[in-house]
C-alpha cells in the first residue's frame, strides 16, 4: 500500500512559480513510477509529467515542456514538480500517482494521492 500526500498547491500571478511536493508513505519507493497529473474545472484528468523509478527519465506533455520540472528523491520518499512560467490554463487541482514499474502517459496508476489546488491569476 501506497500512500500520497501533495502540499505546495496555492495561487499564483502568470509568470510566476511554484514548487509542489509529493510525499510517499512506502517502504519500497524506488520501485514505483511517479505522475504528476491535473484536472481543471469540466476537464478530464490528464498525465503532466512523469519520472522513471531511478529519475533518470523524465516525461511530458506538450504544453508544459519547457516550464515544469519533474523529479525526485528516493533517500526522502519524495516527488516534486516545479512549475514555472505559469499559465491562467494551469490552473487545475494536481494529483500525484504511483504505479509499478514505469511511466506510462495514462490514468492507469494503482496510488494516487488526494491533490493540491494551483490557481494561475491574470
Known amino acids: 500500500q501506497v500512500q500520497l500526500v501533495e502540499s505546495g498547491g496555492g495561487l499564483v500571478q502568470a509568470g510566476g512559480s511554484l514548487r509542489l511536493s509529493c510525499a510517499a508513505s512506502?517502504?519500497?519507493?524506488?520501485?514505483?513510477?511517479m505522475g504528476w497529473f491535473r484536472q481543471a474545472p469540466g476537464k478530464e484528468r490528464e498525465f503532466v509529467a512523469g519520472?522513471?523509478?531511478?529519475?533518470?527519465?523524465?516525461f511530458y506533455i506538450d504544453s508544459v515542456k519547457g516550464r515544469f520540472t519533474i523529479s525526485r528523491d528516493n533517500a526522502k520518499n519524495a516527488v516534486y514538480l516545479q512549475m514555472n512560467s505559469l499559465k491562467r490554463e494551469d490552473t487545475a487541482v494536481y494529483y500525484c500517482?504511483?504505479?509499478?514499474?514505469?511511466?506510462?502517459?495514462?490514468?492507469?496508476?494503482?496510488?494516487w494521492g488526494q491533490g493540491t489546488q494551483v490557481t494561475v491569476s491574470s
Open positions: 519520472i522513471n523509478r531511478s529519475g533518470g527519465s523524465t
Open positions: 512506502v517502504r519500497t519507493f524506488a520501485n514505483y513510477a
Open positions: 500517482a504511483a504505479r509499478e514499474p514505469r511511466v506510462i502517459p495514462t490514468l492507469k496508476y494503482d496510488y
